[in-house]
Every structure is written in C-alpha cells, then in structure tokens.
C-alpha cells in the first residue's frame, strides 16, 4: 500500500517540486492545497497518511491549519516546510502538534528519509 | 540530483506575481492606504520568492529577497515605522529582481547590481529600528518575555528512580534546536519528564552546545516509561546520530521542570489574503488547438447537417441535436478557458502610471473599475501596447501640472480612470482622463502642416471629425517629443491593433474636461455568431455583433429625398443604402417590398443597408484569409458552410 500524501503550499512551484520528490511507487500524493484553510479541508476530506505543510500561506497559516488538523485528529502526521531562519515557527508549529519538519532548500533523499521515518514510527 | 530546469518557467511565472504583488502593495503603502495584511502580504510575497529562488539556486535572487523579507518583517512586527526612503529602496530592490528574472529567462548573466541595493536595504534593516507605539514590544518577543522566567530546574530533588535517555543530534541536522524539540515531545508522550539538559526553554532558545559527535541533549524520564518503546521511537527519529539509553539511580534527579504557564497561549494567525482561485497552469498552445479542434468539429456537423437535410431521417435528427447541444457547451467552455480577466493587462498601469507621472512632474490618481471583467487570451496578449500608449498619452498631452490645474479651478491631482465594461456582447474598454481634452484648433493645424486634410474643407469640421483625424497615420499633435510618448507611434497603431482583432476605437473629448478613448472589443475571438445575408446569389456572413437588428421595409417606411432613400423609423430618418454598392456589385434598379435590411451602426449614425436576402444565422469557425486576400479592406475571413461553400466574412465597419 502506498503511502498517502498532502502538500500544502502556496507556492505551485513548490508543490511540484515536491510532488517530484513522491514520484516513487511508494508514494500518491493524493492532494494539493494552496493555502492554510484549504489544508485543513483536503485533510478532511482525505485523511491522509502524510501531510506536508508549508508555515507562510495565505488565509491561514501552516500552524494555524497544524493546530485545527491536530485537533480533529490526533495522529495526523504533519511535516513542516520551512526555510531557513524559521525555527522559532517550526518549533511553534511542533508545539502546535506537527510532528517533523524540512528545510528548504531540501534534499530529496533528506525528505525521503523524514517522511519514511514518520509513517514507520506508527 | 534534481533536474531543476524543469521547473524554471513556473518558478519565473510564479516569482513575477509574487513581485507585481509586491508592487502592488509598495504603491499602497506609499499612498498610506496600506494596513497590517498589505505588509503582511508583502513580506510573504519576498518570502516566497527567496524559498524558490534559494530551491532553484539563483542566490542573487534569494540574498536580495531575504534582505527584503528582513525589512519588511521589521515592518510588520511594528518594530519601524513605513519611511519614504524605505518604499523607495523597496521598490528599486523589486525592479531588481524583475530584471533578473528577465535575465534568467533569457538565459543570460545575471547582471551586477544587486549588491549595492541589497546593501541599501541591509542598512536599513540594520539602523536601530524605533518601535512605532512606546513600549509596544512586537508580539512575540513578549510571549517570550512572558514564558522566560521558568525557575531554573531545582537541585537534589526527591530520591526517584528513573529512565536517562542521552541523544546526539547529527551535526548535520538543518535545525538542531527544532529537532531538540522534537525529541522532547517524543519522549514525553513515553513516559512523564522529569527534566532535560538543556531545559525545554534551554532547547527552543538554541542552548544547546554543539560538539563533534553532534548535539547533545539529555533527558530524564519517569522509570514508568517503556524502555522498548523508547527505542522504537528513537530510531524512528531522523537526524539522530546516536542515542543512549540506562536507568538511573536516585542521586541528583531534578524536580520536574516548570513548564511555562501560557503554553497552550494562541499564536496569531497569518493575516488573511484573498482567496486563491483553484487552477492548473496549460499551456496556451493546448488551448489553440482546443479551438482549432473544435472548428473541425463543428464543420463537421454542418456537413451531417447538409446530407440531413437532403434525407431526413427523425433519428438521425435527434442525434444531431444532441451533438449540436454538446458542441456548443464544448465550446462555451473551451472559450472561458481561454478568457481572462483584464486585470491581467491592468496590473502594471498603477506603477506605470506612478512612475510616469513623476517623470513628468505630475500628480496623478489611476482608477481601475471593472478589472473582473474576462477576454480571450488572444486578445489580452495584444492589449499591453496600445494601452500603455493611450495611457501615456493622457499623461503627458492630456492631464496638466499642477499649477495649471489649480488655475483652470481644478484638483491639483489629475485623474486617469481605466474601466471594463460590458455592451451587449461587445466589451468596453475606456481610458478616460480629466485633462485638458483635445484642442480642436491645434488639432486642425497640425493636420493641415502634416497635409492630412484639404485647408478649405477644414473650417467646416466637426468637432467629433476632428477628434478622428488623431487616428490618421503620421499625425502627432506632441508640441516637443516626449520621453515615452510621441515617439512616431500614434493612434494609428492603436487603432490598427485594434482592428486587426475584430475591434473598433473610439474617442470622445471636451476641451478643458478631459478625454476619453474607448476601445470596442469582442469578448472571443475565432467562433463568431454571423448572420448570413444573399447579394446576387452570392452568400456573405456578417458578425451579428456588428448588426444592431434587421427589417422589413414596406413602402409607407420609406422616404425619399435629394436622391436618397430613407428608412423611417419611429420619426427617425435612417439612410437606405443598398449592400450591393459597398462591395461593387450591381444594386437592383428598383425596390422589391418587403426590402430586407440591416441597420447598423456606424460611426456612431445607423445606417440602413438592404440585402436580397438573408438566409440565417450560424455559429462561424472564422479562418483568417491570408496572403494576398487580407489586403482587401472589408474582407475578415473566411468560413466554410455546412455544404462545403467558402463564404466570405464581411467586416461591414470596414467597408465604409
């Protein structure tokens, strides 16, 4: 079975390079969302395996959208996208209930390795 | 590693509007119209930039953006007030960066440059910034304060028993301090905290001392936890180098450390921007070819229509309906892919405007209504250059200077108003500016030095002829050639552009009030509804959208006077022409009752124009005519009937 993604992110740059990253048959990203209240949405509505959330969206911020996704499920497995000098936020959004985080510019393999982890971890 | 080339032209495509964002709110925040989510939406704006910029490797792009995203984050954490000399760098930054993506679109060098601005903006981030409200600290630095004083951790606290868990994050981990957290609320799902080395605190504020084999971090837990879990998770974890794992004995077990009161404390939420429509990019080419498609289609249907009508067969018949209803939807929605909102072409005038204005030593207010209002994408692509001309135009020849203004007992401040609208299926496009309007003496003698019109015939001129003759070739009223206008591109190329996608221009001025120009433009462009007239057992199509209605005349309708026929209509008299002598053919020697006429209008006057016949109406797949055929004034194409007939598509403006 394959493991289920979301992308949050404003950015459609992003998001496809980071879709590039799940090409592989372990992964679907099953979803996309461009800003922080459709996050919350397509979780809802998807409940996926993996949720990658950007921290600066419009509407709704990536924490913000953490805190609300936590909060409807407790298990949600969130990593956040942050760029460098964020760390005060990523923390934030961990506090707020993610449960990882990666730095942009990343590495395929590093988010690989993140993602993998975190579905393993159960 | 990753083929990034791929993903050049989104990223380009993306970061130009994230800066005409940017642009936008500059020009907001230095009109002092802004709030809190315009600097919001501009700092987000440079942060996005910088994270592509920084994926994709341009560096320059990334460094500049990030010292933009420093300034404005000052900004918006209240920490400094919005400076002129601010907006001003701000602004030079973004054309920077606009530059560059221009260069890497080009595939050149990205030129020097950009350090001297990024210096520019480094120093203003760095001048000790002056909060805005006296002792109104930016809202995070006091959570922090708040949360700070958490009593250090208590020595020698009661004899426990309990769990050590000493970790190493790999020194090459991005964020040891967010991966620190991490781990701490790991573990604290395993098993009760006693305490940690760094404190929770220690860990969020970076504490945490970095040495060869990593960053340290040593946790205490409650012996209750499960030893087995722990390491499940553990290895789980990513950027861990090592961990180490042993039950502690009483000794120097620490109380169990305070957490900080307001914890659980809301963060503020991002400032709401406006909703984000849910698209996929296409390529526009695919959608050209959806058209080109779709034209096939419909040609084809005419011919089952044709061979229909030479054997009706009832089941036939409803098939055809149906595949006439789903072309037509097809259509329909193929079109709106294709249109666009004008907004698209409208959104550099602001800094267009802005900058032209003060080149020009001006005042001037641009409003824009109507920019939801959609075109087809063919059309948009030509618009920029004539609008920019006419714009330019209304800067520099129509709105005056201040001082001039304030004489004439107007606003210092000139207003140029660009406005979307919609008539019948026809959409409008008006400049209009609140200038001194269009001096028709000045007009008059310049048309007669450039040998434009007859001198004699002059003095008999309308007013509203006179404003026509801006559209002559060569003509040019600028008293001095100006920087950006009157440099040999007149009315006359707007006007050609113009026509040259099925539209009409229009100019309306009042001396001293101001002038307008308008711009007629169909909504889509390719499939037109055309009305199909017989000349001589010849068919034409005429777009319906030219045709205001058509008429039977009865000959109490008509009269005549000084040699010409008139329709009379509700006591209006409208010129009967026969359609015939436009396109030189032989018009009938006398009239036939009922006449078949269309009215039109043109010029602004209706216009009567009688047919032999029409034969109906019919959605036409319009194809341009080509070499030499398009030199034929009157002619816009060609479309192909449902029996294979090639019928000319007639272009009634320009037959006049």
């Known amino acids: ?104 510019p990343f590495k395929p393999e590093k988010v690989l390795e993140v993602v993998k982890k975190l579905v393993a971890n159960g | 590693m990753v083929d990034l080339s791929k993903y050049k032209s989104l990223f380009l495509s993306e970061s130009l509007e994230h800066l005409q964002s940017m642009n936008e709110c500059l020009l907001k925040i230095e009109r002092k119209e802004h709030d809190d989510d315009t600097i919001a939406q501009a700092f987000r704006n440079a942060h996005s930039i910088k994270g592509m910029a920084a994926s994709m490797g341009y560096m320059e792009i990334r460094d500049l953006s990030h010292s933009l995203e420093d300034l404005l984050d000052q900004v918006r954490q209240k920490q400094r007030p919005v400076e002129s000399d601010m907006v001003e760098v701000l602004f030079k930054a973004i054309d920077k960066i606009d530059n560059m993506l221009k260069e890497i679109e080009q595939d050149k060098e990205i030129s020097s440059g950009w350090q001297e601005i990024q210096q520019q903006v480094l120093e203003l981030v760095k001048k000790k910034p002056t909060p805005i409200a006296k002792g109104a600290a930016p809202a995070r630095e006091q959570a922090k304060a708040q949360a700070a004083p958490a009593p250090e951790p208590k020595k020698a606290g009661p004899e426990k028993e309990g769990i050590e868990v000493k970790v190493f994050i790999s020194p090459d981990a991005d964020a040891p301090t967010v991966r620190g957290l991490i781990l701490y609320k790991r573990l604290e799902e395993l098993g009760k905290m006693i305490s940690s080395s760094p404190s929770k605190d220690g860990i969020k504020q970076g504490k945490i001392e970095k040495t060869p084999e990593g960053y340290p971090i040593t946790f205490l837990l409650e012996p209750s936890a499960d030893l087995e879990a722990i390491k499940a998770t553990l290895i789980k974890i990513s950027e861990l180098k090592k961990f180490e794992l042993r039950k502690f004995s009483p000794g120097e077990a620490p109380e169990k450390e305070a957490k900080p009161a307001e914890e659980s404390k809301p963060a503020p939420a991002e400032v709401a921007a406006a909703p984000l429509p849910q698209t996929v990019r296409v390529k526009t080419q695919l959608l050209d070819e959806f058209i080109n498609i779709l034209g096939e289609m419909i040609l084809i249907k005419g011919e089952i229509e044709e061979s229909w009508r030479k054997s009706p067969n009832p089941a036939l018949r409803q098939r055809l309906d149906r595949l006439d209803r789903l072309t037509k939807e097809f259509h329909d929605q193929v079109m709106s892919a294709r249109l666009m909102p004008v907004e698209t072409v409208l959104q550099r005038f602001p800094r267009l405007v802005r900058d032209l204005a003060r080149e020009e030593g001006k005042e001037i207010e641009l409003e824009v209504k109507g920019k939801e209002i959609e075109l087809d994408r063919a059309l948009i692509e030509k618009l920029p250059d004539p609008l920019v001309h006419i714009v330019r135009n209304a800067i520099n020849h129509g709105i005056e200077k201040p001082e001039q203004r304030t004489q004439a007992g107007k606003k210092p401040a000139g207003k140029i108003t660009i406005e979307a609208s919609r008539q019948r299926d026809m959409i409008l496009l008006s400049i209009s500016d609140d200038g001194r309007g269009i001096d028709p003496e000045l007009v008059k003698r310049k048309a007669i030095e450039k040998a434009l019109i007859d001198p004699a015939k002059a003095p008999e001129m309308t007013y ?170 009157g002619l816009s194409g060609v479309t192909m009937l449902g029996d294979g007939r090639i019928v000319f598509v007639l272009d009634v403006i320009g037959l006049f």
């Open chain 2, 464 to 633: 509203e002829q006179i404003l026509n003759l801006v559209f002559l070739p060569g003509f040019s009223t600028a008293e001095q050639v100006g920087l950006t206008s009157g440099r040999g591109v007149g009315m006359d190329v707007v006007k050609n552009v113009i026509e040259g996608m099925a539209g009409m221009v229009s100019i309306n001025s009042q001396p001293g009030k101001g002038t307008a120009i308008t711009l007629h433009l169909p909504q889509t462009v390719a499939i037109v509804k055309v009305l199909l007239i017989k000349l001589l057992e010849e068919v034409f199509a005429i777009p319906i959208n030219r045709i205001m209605r058509s008429v039977e005349i009865l000959p109490y309708q008509l009269r005549k006077s000084q040699n010409q026929d008139y329709y009379v209509e509700r006591q209006e008299l409208i010129p009967l022409n026969y359609f015939h002598k436009l396109l030189g053919l032989k018009a009938p020697e006398a009239h036939s009752f009922p006449v078949n006429a269309l009215i039109l209008e043109v010029k602004k006057k209706k216009i009567a124009l009688a047919v032999d016949d029409m034969v109906g109406q019919e959605d036409a797949f319009i194809r341009p005519l080509g070499r030499p055929l398009e030199r034929i004034p």
């Open chain 1, 1 to 104: 079975m394959s493991i289920r993604v979301l992308i949050a992110d404003d950015a459609m740059f992003m998001r496809n390079m980071i879709k590039d990253v799940f090409a592989g048959a372990e992964f679907q990203v099953v979803g996309e969302a461009a800003n922080g209240v459709e996050a919350v949405e397509k979780y809802k509505q998807l409940k996926p395996d993996i949720t990658t959330m950007d921290i600066v969206m419009p509407l709704k911020s990536g924490i913000e959208a953490v805190r609300e996704i936590v909060k409807l499920d407790r298990e949600a497995k969130i990593v956040m996208c942050s760029a460098l000098g964020q760390e005060s936020l990523v923390m934030e959004a961990i506090e707020a209930g993610a449960r990882d985080y990666i730095v942009k």
